[in-house]
Nanobody
Framework: DVQLVESGGGLVQPGGSLRLSCVAS????????IYWVRQAPGKGLEWVSG????????PYLDSVKGRFTISRDNAKNTAYLQMNSLKPEDTAEYYC???????WGQGTQVTVSS
């Protein structure tokens, strides 16, 4: 079955960095756009970033522009989200999601707190 497995979350202080990974399996990863979405406590899902199949298009939520970088390595069936200058408002469960049918993974928790 299709799998998307997120990792790399954790607890960091404001201003810190984390790199999230999303390892995909059981589908043709290179043909799908990949999104990162997040859900803060008590809130709904919020789209954060996306990357086209070849990586040429990488839109971002305005509030993370300049701080987050999405990337992918199709040879490794992996997408990444490099998060720098983290803020408390970035605290959320982060999920990767494939395009078309929006299949998503189990998530990884990011907590930004002093």
């Amino acid at each position: 079955d299709v799998q998307l497995v997120e990792s790399g979350g954790g607890l960091v202080q404001p201003g810190g960095s984390l790199r999230l990974s999303c390892v995909a399996s059981e589908f043709t990863f290179s043909t799908y756009a990949i999104y990162w979405v997040r859900q803060a406590p008590g809130k709904g899902l919020e789209w954060v970033s996306g990357i086209s199949p070849t990586g040429d298009k990488t839109p971002y939520l305005d509030s993370v522009k300049g701080r987050f970088t999405i990337s992918r390595d199709n040879a490794k069936n992996t997408a990444y989200l490099q998060m720098n200058s983290l803020k408390p408002e970035d605290t959320a469960e982060y999920y990767c999601m494939r395009g078309v049918d929006h299949y998503w993974g189990q998530g990884t928790q990011v907590t930004v707190s002093s």
